[in-house]
């Protein structure tokens, strides 16, 4: 893959230093954890994709797949459709000596072909928020996700955050897999 990215107005990717530039086009999943709150944490992760930044959009904005995606997620629905929609998602995560099960009902906010907003409304989370970004970069897409929660369940903010920057690699792998394969 090549080593240079760019945005939509043909300019280097901003905010990721070459050498961060050259792992995306290895295929590398770059992340960078932060805390959010006393019991949470947040995740920023950036991918690269060999596809059309449409093409990543058409099948990104087919939610129900995104059990496919990440492999945690047993259920997800669109509850409503319009400028915003409405989702409902389940998901089942084994942590530690915990089983978890989650479930979320979310809005969604689209900006065609460039962005992805998700907002809690309700669920197991004291709060959620995901932002999904595309960018064209080389002959693909830059795809950056960015996650900060805070469960319900009282938890070290740490813990939270290592779980994140173990786990969003592995998901956004899958990802990248399902993606490339339709």
Same mark, same amino acid.
């Given at each position: 893959m090549a080593t240079l990215f760019l945005s939509e107005e043909n300019t280097p990717t901003? !905010? +990721?230093a070459w050498h961060q530039q050259k792992a995306l086009g290895q295929g590398e999943i770059l992340v960078e954890t932060r805390s959010h709150s006393a019991w949470g944490g947040a995740v920023t992760a950036h991918m690269y994709i060999p596809l059309a930044r449409s093409h990543v959009w058409q099948q990104l904005t087919d939610y129900p797949r995104w059990v496919q =995606?990440?492999?945690?997620?047993? *259920?997800?629905e669109i509850l409503h459709q319009g400028e915003a929609k409405r989702l409902y998602q389940v998901a #089942? #995560? %084994?942590f530690?000596? +915990? @089983? %978890? &099960?989650?479930e979320i009902y979310l809005n969604v906010f689209e900006v065609l072909g460039q962005r992805i907003q998700f907002r809690l409304e309700k669920g197991t989370f004291a709060d959620f928020t995901a932002d999904l970004r595309l960018q064209d970069c080389? *002959?693909?897409?830059?795809? @950056? =996700?960015?996650v900060q929660a805070t469960p319900n369940i009282p938890l070290p903010a740490f813990l939270i955050q290592q779980a994140m920057h173990m786990e969003l690699p592995k998901?956004? &792998? !899958?990802m990248r897999q399902v993606l490339c394969k339709s």
């Open positions: 901003p !905010n +990721l =995606y990440f492999p945690d997620v047993t *259920k997800s #089942k #995560k %084994a530690m000596f +915990l @089983t %978890a &099960q989650v080389d *002959k693909g897409t830059l795809l @950056t =996700y960015s998901n956004m &792998q !899958n």
